[in-house]
């Protein structure tokens, strides 16, 4: 059964990995939504900056997801430049989708310090959460955070289509401890990082010099 939802799984994806990717499918699969998009960050505030710049990012990006029509990318926050807060892009999004359920997938890691997002109490009146399992994640919210989502659970992601946001659903994905940093690091190394992520995704990274 497909639902009419929009879901956004935004990262920094530098590179995107197979962490990313099994999670997208395993969450688009359980959520029954057509509409899945994979969002990466221009200019992220809460780092340092990334690694590759925005346009090898999201080349890496649409090579991954070439193969998978049911997944896409959405290259608002690149396009739009300057510092990218997803409360900024999920209004935007809001804009143009009227009251479809739009539903936030982010890993337990970046769940935990969501407090620390820009206008961070505005991300639930604009989208519903759903908090992926990752290997080395363990949920830890701070009081206020804790505060804020308590009584906000349901047990089943179906009773997200019920309401535009507002709602938060832990989902089990298969733990893939994989991660952007490691595969940096191998490269950098001089080891090879192969079968953490896409083939194509590899060699765009081999012929363009990234992460050496
Ligand atoms: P880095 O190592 O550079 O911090 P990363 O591997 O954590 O990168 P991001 O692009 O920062 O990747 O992550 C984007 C989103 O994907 C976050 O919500 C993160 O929690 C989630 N995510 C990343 N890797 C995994 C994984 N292996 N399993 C589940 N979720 C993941």
Redesign the pocket.
Known sequence: MTRRAIAV??????P??Y??L??AAEVSERLGVTDFRLLPAGQPPHREGTWAPARHRLAMLELALAPHADLSVDEREVQRGGLSYMSDTLASIRTESGDTPIIL???????NHLDRWHDWQRLLELAHLVV????D?EPRYSDALRAYLEGRSVDVCADLMRTPAGRLCNVN?T????????I?EQIAAGRNPRFLLPSTVLAYIRKHGLYC
Do not use: E, K, N, W
Not at 9 to 14: A, L, N, P, S, V
Not at 175 to 182: E, G, K, V
């Open positions: 799984f935004g990262g920094t994806f530098d995107v990995h962490g990313h099994r999670a997938c982010l890993g337990q890691d970046a769940a992926m399992t990752r290997p994640a994905v733990r893939l401890a994989i991660s952007s940093t490691d940096r």
